[in-house]
């Protein structure tokens, strides 16, 4: 996704909306909310405001914007004070407190553009058997029975369901998944593989096999083989 962020001074008045958007796998682009820098700025895919100090760039956000011709979905990051005062006129697709960290922030982003994405661009629901993956409202069902997944648990079996076959070391879980050298290590990639089998449950979790001394794939026969080697336990973590 193509993100321009803009500011009244071309710089981010907040420190953690810059840092959460550094931490997702974005094509990042910055510039002053001015005519003249908005007319150079790339195309991109949506805008975030950066209004946390001054709430009167969030009043002329809009207006700026589609008076150069970018016409995409509009994010206005606000302080906690700012939050009162956000008004419908800014006429902003979403709202989110500066302080947001990197899965709320890409949460609304993914709904601000899918929103109004045509029909034909929205991602379609991945199913194997009995399990749907639905991106676009972040769900994940069970015949029907909606699993209780965290974003990253989330982003995890999406990401191995859609390599199906394909084995992942940690390592290139960790980049691709979390986008980023999580400080916790390959160890965390173990525990949110254990967490998602247990949630799966006993007719899916083989789906997620281990891969002695290499990673992990995505197996969808194993969800409903009778017997297997021992791609469903946790021997994978302690290799």
Not at 15 to 28: N, Q
Not at 42 to 58: K, N, Q, S
Not at 179 to 192: I, K, P, Q, S
Request: glycine fraction near 8%; charge should be negative; include cysteine.
């Amino acid at each position: 996704m193509r993100v321009l962020l803009v500011s009244p001074t071309g710089e981010p008045d907040s420190d953690h909306a810059l840092a959460a958007l550094t931490f997702l796998h974005h094509e990042l682009h910055r510039c002053r909310l001015s005519t003249q820098e908005l007319l150079r700025a790339p195309d991109c895919d949506v805008v975030i405001l950066d209004a946390t100090r001054d709430l009167g760039a969030a009043a002329i956000a809009h207006e700026r914007l589609t008076t150069v011709g970018i016409e995409v979905p509009l994010l206005i990051t606000l302080s906690e004070g700012g939050m009162a005062a956000a008004s419908a006129d800014w006429r902003a697709g979403d709202v989110v407190l500066a302080t947001a960290g990197p899965a709320e922030i890409e949460a609304r982003l993914r709904l601000l553009t899918s929103r109004d994405a045509p029909e034909d661009e929205i991602a379609q629901p991945l199913t194997v058997g009995a399990l749907t993956i639905d991106e676009a409202s972040y769900t994940v069902r069970i015949g029907g029975r909606p699993l209780d997944l965290t974003y990253k648990e989330f982003e995890l079996l999406k990401f191995l369901a859609e390599h199906p076959g394909r084995v992942f070391t940690r390592a290139q879980l960790l980049q691709d998944v979390w986008g980023y050298d999580y400080y916790g290590g390959t160890r965390t990639v173990d525990v949110h593989v254990r967490r998602l089998r247990a949630k799966l449950g006993a007719d899916f979790e083989k789906s997620i096999g281990t891969v002695r001394n290499v990673g992990y794939r995505f197996a969808p026969e194993a969800a409903h083989a009778e017997d297997g080697d021992d791609a469903g336990d946790d021997g994978g973590e302690n290799e």
